[in-house]
């Protein structure tokens, strides 16, 4: 049984076919990327399996249980993890604070506990921080702790976007366009770590990307989608060589998928 | 008491007191839709016209058209100098900043006038307001039946401005997109400043009107906006057609729940109306779909 | 931390005053000024925390005075059991309000606001059979406290009442600063940044938005029972959507989401009308004035311009 199923999901906007009965599957342990042309629904998609935007059409199974009707929040508790396009941290908290909110809600001790000062509270509160400071310490970044995040750079804050997605330990990760505005060191350690997030975390990672090189370096497989329509889906080498992938790249005077990302 | 009569009456009352509500909660809506800011002392320019017309008409002897006259004017030119002064410098905030201003500016208002002119209420005598009109079972007095007429009268105008002048074409441009207004050659700031006075003025009609009706005391547009604003959710914010069919509305609503239940719930109703209809439809009964949380 | 130990001090010395023999007049101003504070700091909660607007401040205060009124007319309880109940009672309109704002933002909240604050006040204004109308009720003083038939303090005097308020200020700041500083304080001010990435990431806005407003309604709940044993009586006029501006002004030029920054405004905007005591018909004038000239000035309020300084 796949970790994520996806069964002819579609996505209507008034009249507009956001995403057209797709089926997309995810087995535990691998790493696949979502790639297509601009508008051919990869962030919709996203926002479909995430919760943040209604199915009109299919249905949607994470480990067995249907999840197309769940609101974001009670997914993002069964352990899908996901990073937006946008950045979207909190600017009134800290790095240290923004990172580790998502534990929170996870916490045994409850909220006015934590307000007293409480005992548990207070050590689930300590162990969050150190939690926090490790994962911070992995990507370079324990020295910002205590700064707002508009302290740091465009590529500094996307990490702190991943330390915040993956502090909780998620099964399936989805990260939309990761690599969008980062240095090419940056974009090797961002490889690195993903690549460490599977297979020192075990994490399942699902990654929408326009990076080539990130997609053929990092995915098991890949698949493509045009006008909310998947027209294919298979092993990165395939799939690039696809025809009908490559007319859908240049289709529109688009870039074609294998030249230098 | 359920005659034909009686029910008439209260509709006809209804529409006199919904037609003051309808000036004060179009010039609320406009100022919202075109500028964006809320302004808490709509109820105060109310106040002011009163008082301009009663000493209009008293000092310096002058008929009840020319007092209508004078006084929105008066108001309209404090509206200008608040507009100025005040919310000008405010453009572009957080909007309860506004709020809280104007707050500031109907608490200082209020109490300039509680000064100048002194705490005890006032009324202007005119003849019109003892000229009384029978229809049938009906009985009203002709200061109040030139409420709804003048209201109708100046909707109507304002209704011609907004589709067939340039201004009228800038003002509902700045309404849907301030920053294309501006790019299209719309001078924004004049046109910010028009919608003001505008608004100011259209309350401070009612008070002229209405200061023949009831008493003028400086304390009288804090209930009188609360009211307003209520129309102004009813009706969707930003829309002045909608301003005018919730105000009427209320007015009758009003006359109704005064006449059939008791006097206690007729200034309630609307307010629990407004809760009701922000939960279930935010944008009104008459707006658009708006943004929700 | 280091925000705690100037507070602790300025209680300490608050709680000295007394002791130097200062005129009634001036304990009777301070006395106002802890009122104000607790309102202020309430509200700083749902609406400089959590980031909803909200001006029903006054309605809340209300709520918590009438209920002590009410429950010593028709069930003579006193002030040690109408304390809690009121801030209970206020609490629960508190949840009321609270309802209408997981579906609503900005200004369409604000006014949903305002409207049931004047909706509060038209009840108590209007309800006479139940509220005494516009005059109101009376209410006796806070008496004495005993334990086991052990007398242990006596409140008459507005000195000992001075102390009474002072530690109800304390308990309510700790109770403000605690939850501001909390998980539910990071909580809130993540919904207030960006609600749906709050939501995505797991966090309740839908319970937290509702603690925030049963908090500084029940805050507000604590003054109010407060305030009608100092006046001993209450009637509608004291909470009014003028009442509310206030508080909103006070946090507003204070510095939303510091807590401490609104208490700050409370004590300007308490202490600006009696300074100005000299202008006399004036007063209010200036009031207004002043109120419009710092929203102007200073948009984002006294903590505001001392966050910007120090970076």
């Not at chain 1, 790639?35 to 990869?42: A, D, L, M």
């Not at chain 3, 200020?169 to 939850?179: N, P, S, Y």
Request: hydrophobic share 55%; glycine share 10%.
């Amino acid at each position: 049984m796949a970790l994520l199923e996806c069964v002819q999901l579609s996505r209507n906007f008034g009249g507009l076919v956001a995403v057209d009965k797709v089926d997309l599957a995810v087995e535990a342990g691998e790493i696949v990327g979502l790639i297509g042309p601009n508008g051919s629904g990869k962030s919709t998609l996203v926002n479909l399996i995430t919760g943040v935007v209604p199915v009109t059409g299919g249905r949607i199974r994470f480990e067995g249980h249907d999840i197309t009707a769940l609101p974001s929040w009670r997914i993002a508790r069964l352990g899908i993890a996901r990073t937006f396009q946008l950045l979207r941290l909190f600017k009134s908290l800290s790095v240290l604070e923004n990172v580790t909110l998502p534990l929170q809600p996870r916490m045994a001790s409850g909220q006015a506990a934590s307000a007293f000062g409480r005992g548990r509270a207070a050590e689930e509160d300590r162990a969050a921080v150190a939690k926090g400071r490790e994962l911070l310490a992995f990507f370079g970044l324990v020295e910002f702790a205590e700064r707002p995040p508009t302290a740091l750079s465009i590529g500094q804050q996307r990490l702190v976007e991943l330390v915040r997605a993956i502090i909780v330990g998620p099964k399936l990760f989805v990260l939309d366009e990761p690599a969008a505005g980062l240095s090419p060191p940056n974009v090797e350690r961002l490889i690195d770590l993903v690549r460490r997030m599977r297979d020192e975390q075990g994490i399942t990672i699902l990654l929408v990307e326009h990076v080539m090189k990130v997609v053929r370096e990092l995915c098991d497989r890949i698949v493509v989608l045009d006008y909310g329509v998947k027209i294919a889906d298979g092993d990165p080498q395939a799939v690039t060589n696809d025809p009908r992938v490559v007319e859908a790249y240049l289709g529109g005077g688009r870039e074609q998928p294998h030249a230098r990302g | 008491m359920l005659t034909p009569d009686y029910i008439l009456q209260l509709l006809v009352d209804g529409i006199v007191t919904g037609s003051v509500y309808v000036l004060i909660a179009a010039g609320l809506t406009l100022i919202f839709g075109i500028l964006g800011i809320v302004n808490f002392a709509q109820g105060e320019f109310y106040m002011l016209g009163g008082y301009f017309g009663i000493t209009a008409a008293v000092l310096l002897r002058l008929q009840m058209l020319e007092t209508l006259v004078v006084g929105t004017l008066a108001v309209a030119v404090v509206g200008l100098l608040c507009e100025r002064v005040i919310f000008r410098p405010l453009q572009g905030q957080d909007m309860t900043n506004s709020i809280i201003a104007s707050f500031g500016l109907a608490v200082a208002l209020q109490n300039a006038a509680l000064l100048v002119f002194g705490p005890e209420p006032k009324i202007l005598r005119t003849s019109w307001a003892t000229v009384p009109i029978h229809v049938g079972g009906l009985f009203l007095t002709l200061q109040r039946a030139i409420i709804p007429v003048v209201a109708a009268a100046l909707i109507l105008i304002i209704h011609l401005v907004l589709r067939y002048t340039w201004t009228g074409r800038s003002l509902r441009a700045m309404s849907q997109h301030p920053t294309m207004a501006q790019l299209c050659g719309v001078d924004v700031g004049r046109t910010g400043l028009v919608t003001f006075v505008l608004g100011a003025a259209l309350a401070g009609t009612a008070g002229v009107l209405m200061s023949s009706v009831f008493l003028v005391q400086p304390g009288i547009g804090s209930m009188i906006v609360l009211k307003a604003f209520t129309v102004v959710i009813l009706g969707g914010m930003g829309n002045i057609y909608g301003a005018v069919a919730a105000g009427l509305l209320l007015g009758v609503v009003e006359a109704f729940t005064s006449g059939f239940l008791n006097n206690m719930m007729r200034d309630i109703v609307g307010f629990a109306i407004v809760i009701l209809v922000l939960l279930l439809r935010p944008q009104g009964i008459f707006g658009r779909s708006v943004e929700r949380a | 931390m280091r925000r705690i130990t100037p507070a602790l001090l300025a209680l300490a010395a608050l709680a000295l005053v007394p002791l130097a023999s200062p005129s009634g007049y001036l304990l009777h101003m301070l006395i106002v000024v802890f009122l104000y504070v607790i309102l202020a700091a309430g509200l700083d909660l749902v609406m400089g925390y959590c980031g909803q607007y909200s001006f029903a401040q006054g309605a809340f205060y209300g709520i918590g005075a009438y209920t002590a009124a009410i429950l010593h007319r028709d069930l003579g309880l006193d002030f040690w059991q109408t304390l809690p109940l009121g801030v209970l009672s206020a609490g629960a309109f508190g949840l009321l309000l609270g309802i209408p704002s997981l579906r609503l933002s900005g200004h369409f909240l604000s006014i949903t606001t305002i409207a049931f604050q004047t909706i509060i006040y038209l009840l108590l204004t209007q309800w006479t059979s139940f509220t005494g109308g516009q005059y109101g009720l009376p209410v006796p003083k806070v008496g004495t406290l005993s334990l086991f038939g052990h007398e242990l303090f006596r409140i008459e005097k507005v000195r000992e009442f001075y102390f009474l308020a002072l530690a109800v200020m304390a308990v309510a700041l700790l109770v403000a600063w605690r939850l501001a500083t909390s998980r539910i304080g990071r909580e809130w001010r993540a919904i207030h940044d960006d609600e749906l990435v709050a939501r995505a990431i797991g966090i309740s806005v839908t319970r937290d938005k509702l603690v925030a407003f049963v908090a500084s309604a029940a805050l507000a709940g604590a003054a109010g029972v407060l305030v009608a044993y100092y006046l001993e009586g209450v009637s509608p006029t004291d909470f009014s959507i003028w009442t509310s501006a206030t508080v909103v002004a006070m946090v507003i030029v204070g510095g939303r989401g510091t807590i401490f920054g609104p208490a700050a405004g409370a004590i300007v905007f308490t202490l600006m009308p009696e300074v100005l005591r000299a202008t006399a018909d004036y007063k209010l004038i200036i009031f207004g004035v002043l109120m419009i000239v710092m929203v102007i000035f200073m948009p984002m309020g006294a903590a505001g311009l001392l966050r910007r300084e120090r970076s």
